[in-house]
């Protein structure tokens, strides 16, 4: 085939490769209509680059609802480590993707690694949110991505790909029509100058209509004014002019083929068509250049060199032969996935019977947590019974429990203008719920709850699971655990897809009832071990233990639960995660929390929960800001705080800024940040004491900007209310708050009387000791009477703190507070017994984790696994470390960490 143009692309993505070569990985977006030449141009480009190692899948319109389908062909398989869940279900994409990593990086050990994916737009949606997931933490690894798509814009794949494909990193090449100069040396000098110019007005220079044309027209005839050219849209008579000159039998074998899909087992094909001589019927398709011979460990594959080929076939069917012969296939399709699609296909109208069989399906996979193909089998039954629209409020819940909020909208928009107030309030409830139009939601749902009679009792109880939540965010903490016990007393009541219980709890908790709810979750079982049910209470009860300062068993329960809610719904896992990261920040574990808030972050993004992106964020940013991460601290900021529609979104969006600004010694700005959190009427959540930190970095700013009547007034109020609760953190916050203030008015004694009470609620005596799990409380504390003491020339009893303040900061990583402890040490002038600060503040953040956990004796593969990374971008960082802590070795490095 002659290939001709496309330079300027072809440099394009030569230039890609190479930079990919060099460890920079890349994605290159071609984009352009049906038969425009994406894969011809692809094709070209892989002859050139001198690679041989490429990894090729196209998607394909019949498998767009299998699992992994199109994974599958790219990779052989899924990866190693993925084991397959319970039922057969398809397992998770997010572990999915975090697999293909060391899976990438093994291919590019040799050479760089070219990925391709043909014909996006008909992938399966799991090995989309895979792929998406697996690329995004791609760092300094020789891989260049290139996917082939129609229209980016009208893509149908998850959010998270769409905004990727979008970045400012990301190449786009958009294919345009084939110009005079190259469609003349495509036809050969066989045409004239005026034919060439014929040929490029009427194809708009779309090479596979060229092609179809100059192989079908008379060269005369393309040169003849009179004579009008077949128009681009006539492709299909070409292609059925090709299909008519073939014997009876391959014409039946096409239009099976067709049927099936863009490819099939020849074997497959010949059953449903009724021939008896395949390959006979195969070789004069493939001779007529209607299909395509292909091979396989399983025998000959009949395939369509181009969709549109198997298009004209499709629809020149007719409705009834078609009917019939996806009837004969789905007698024969292999797998139950493929049976009800054939099934589907072959009903000419409603179908009560077979609505039912599938409306059934879609709800054993939601009990399941398979959300996308449950979403698939509800709508198709929505289309198929009398009344669709309650099975299409099933498909849109699903939808959104899968994170596809787009796909959602749109079958929201789709209910009919009489479909049952219950039905409608519902879906369009839930979808503005996840979109974080708090006030929409609520009329929304409360018009389900109110309107749902007797056959509406599940939607009723669903529409109260969600007016909990929305109670929730809404910081009504009673109100939100009312609704949830309304959910849970409703006939319609299902604890398989939702977090009642956790909603239910939380609510409890952030109204100062947490001591009543954690007595209602005695006697849960282990998480390993725990039901549905119990997954969502241990979530709730994780919550309890971290917010009242049992944060080794909020550990084991929030650990426990993301372990084990592979299956639940992206909301949960998102919830979970991000828990689990808050816990982790508390106790100083703070690598795992940047790990986990920053996944929780991404997903949120990816998945579009809008409610729950700017909570996530805002979690994701305390270990940056306090480890001195400016640029990835304000990026999470800024995501909380652009979408804080909530008041539990407010406040953690004021939170994350106000840790920030307080990172960075900025009293100003630290006020500034948190005065509309002084605006929000509630109580819940926003005061109650362990839900979400902010009153002391108020209280500290206001003392450190000299507003000290002002700060008096937030602080009493503070120290009532931690009185009240009786909780150490909580007390310990207020006593250093007090003992700061104290010094600012220069009443030392009591400043001092205040501080050692303090350290006392941590569980640290004056002349020194272990904190008990509080260090970065601990630390701030200490660094706070270690200065109050150095101003008052006890410099020896300042430098008892400073240095405990010092070695607690320094192995956080929280660099900004290291430099204060190091300015504060150094105005002591005492000698000090370990000069100097941790050799691990001379690494970047991600330089930090990855030489910690080598430094526990994992091995490269290892690390990659727990931070999700590709061990190319461990291998990188690490090489990194090595270089600047002077060690040429992980013993070496261990050493020098340890020491």
């Known amino acids: 085939m002659t290939f001709v143009g496309r330079d300027q692309e072809l440099r394009c993505l030569a230039a890609e490769f190479e930079r990919a070569r060099a460890g920079l990985p890349r994605l290159v977006v071609v984009e352009g209509p049906a038969g425009i030449g994406k894969t011809t141009l692809v094709q070209r480009f892989l002859e050139t680059c001198g690679t041989g190692n490429v990894l090729f899948a196209d998607g394909d319109e019949g498998e767009a609802l299998l699992p992994y389908g199109t994974l599958t062909r790219l990779f052989g398989g899924l990866p190693a480590q993925i084991e397959a869940p319970a039922a057969a279900e398809p397992p998770d994409p997010l572990a999915v993707g975090a697999a293909l990593l060391p899976e990438l990086s093994e291919r590019q050990a040799s050479e760089p690694l070219c990925l391709v994916v043909d014909d996006v737009h008909w992938a399966d949606a799991p090995t989309l949110r895979a792929l998406t997931f697996c690329l995004r933490r791609l760092r300094v690894d020789r891989v260049m991505a290139v996917l082939m798509l129609r229209e980016a814009a009208t893509l149908p794949g998850p959010e998270g790909l769409r905004r990727l494909i979008a970045a400012d990193t990301t190449r786009r090449l958009r294919l345009r029509g084939l110009r005079e100069p190259e469609v003349a040396a495509l036809a050969g000098g066989r045409v004239s100058q005026r034919a060439v110019a014929r040929l490029v007005a009427h194809t708009e220079g779309v090479p596979l209509h060229l092609r179809a044309l100059l192989e079908e027209v008379p060269a005369e005839a393309l040169d003849d004014l009179a004579q009008p050219l077949p128009a681009p849209r006539s492709y299909t008579m070409l292609v059925l002019a090709k299909v008519a000159r073939c014997a009876p039998p391959v014409r039946e074998l096409v239009g099976a083929v067709g049927v ?3 490819s099939c087992p020849l074997h497959l094909a010949a059953r449903v068509a009724g021939v008896a001589e395949p390959l006979q019927a195969l070789e004069q398709a493939v001779r007529e250049g209607v299909l ?18 198997r298009a004209a076939v499709y629809r020149d069917l007719g409705p009834a032969r078609r009917s019939a012969l996806h009837a004969r296939a789905a007698l024969v399709a292999e797998g139950e996935q493929a049976r009800l699609r054939h099934r589907i296909e072959a009903v000419a109208g409603p179908s009560p019977e077979l609505a039912a069989e599938l409306a059934e399906l879609g709800r054993a996979q939601v009990r399941l947590g398979a959300f996308g193909g449950a979403a698939e089998h509800l709508k198709a039954a929505a289309e198929l019974s009398g009344d669709p629209a309650p099975l299409a409020a099933e498909a849109v819940e699903a939808l959104l429990l899968d994170g596809r ?3 959602a909208a749109g079958l929201t928009a789709s209910l009919p203008d009489d479909a049952h107030p219950a039905v409608r309030g519902y879906a369009l409830g839930h979808l503005a719920m996840v979109r974080g139009q708090v006030e929409e939601a609520r009329t929304q749902l409360i018009t389900a709850w109110e309107r749902a009679g007797p056959p509406e009792s599940g939607l009723a109880a669903r529409a109260a699971q969600q007016l909990a939540m929305l109670c929730l965010v809404k910081a009504e903490g009673r109100q939100a655990a009312r609704w949830a016990e309304r959910a849970r007393d409703s006939p319609g009541y299902r604890l398989s897809i939702d977090y009642n219980r956790f909603t239910e709890l939380t609510g409890l908790a952030v109204s100062g009832e947490i001591d009543a709810a954690l007595a209602a979750t005695a006697g849960l079982p282990p998480p390993a071990s725990a039901t549905i049910a119990d997954l969502d209470a241990l979530l709730g009860r994780g919550l309890l233990r971290t917010c009242s300062d049992d944060l080794a068993g909020g550990l084991a329960d929030l ?4 372990a084990a809610c592979g299956e639940r719904s992206v909301p949960f896992r998102m919830l979970a995660t991000a828990m689990l990261g808050q816990v982790e920040y508390r106790s100083g574990r703070w690598d795992d929390a940047a790990l986990h808030t920053g996944t929780a972050a991404s997903v949120a993004d990816d998945a579009d ?3 729950l992106s700017p909570i996530c964020h805002g979690l994701a940013a305390l270990v940056p800001a306090s480890r001195g991460d400016w640029p990835l601290a304000e990026a999470h900021v800024r995501a909380a705080v652009a979408g804080a529609d909530s ?6 969006g004021c939170s994350a800024a106000a ?18 959190l002084l605006a929000v009427e509630v109580h819940d959540i926003v005061y109650e004491p362990g839900v979400v930190q902010w009153l002391d970095l108020f209280v500290d700013a206001l003392v450190g900007l000299g ?13 009532r209310l931690a009185g009240r609760r009786g909780r150490r953190s909580a007390l310990a916050t207020a006593a250093r708050c007090r003992g700061g203030l104290h010094a600012a008015r220069h009443e030392n004694a009591l400043a001092d009387a205040a501080f050692t009470t303090a350290l006392a609620h941590v569980g640290v005596g004056v002349q020194g000791g272990a904190g008990a799990g509080l260090p970065f409380d601990e630390a701030r504390l200490r660094l706070a009477y270690g200065r109050f003491l150095r101003r008052l020339g006890r410099r020896r009893q300042a430098q008892s703190h400073l240095e405990p303040a010092l070695g607690l900061f320094a192995k956080l990583g929280a660099a900004p507070y290291v430099g204060r402890c190091e300015q504060e040490l150094s105005a002591c002038g005492l000698p000090r017994a370990e000069p100097g600060a941790s050799p691990l503040l001379r690494l970047t953040p991600q330089e930090q984790a990855v030489a910690r956990l080598v430094a526990t004796g994992m091995t490269n593969r290892q690390v990659a696994r727990e931070l999700v990374l590709s061990v190319k971008t461990i291998e990188y960082h690490l090489g990194n470390a090595y270089a600047k802590l002077g060690v040429s070795s992980r013993v070496a490095l261990t050493t020098k960490l340890m020491h």
């Open 707 to 719: 507003e000290l009547d002002r700060a008096e007034t937030c602080l009493v109020a503070v120290e």
């Open 609 to 611: 929960q809008r409610w």
């Open 260 to 262: 099936l899909g863009m």
């Open 292 to 309: 395509l011979e292909r091979s396989s460990s399983r025998g000959p594959v009949a395939a369509f060199a181009h969709p549109l080929i």
């Open 559 to 562: 650990s426990g639960v993301v």
């Open 647 to 652: 008041v539990a979104a407010l406040a953690h």
């Open 659 to 676: 840790h920030l600004a307080a990172a960075r010694g900025d009293h100003a700005a630290t006020v500034a940040a948190l005065e509309p």
């Open 405 to 407: 909020v787009d796909e």
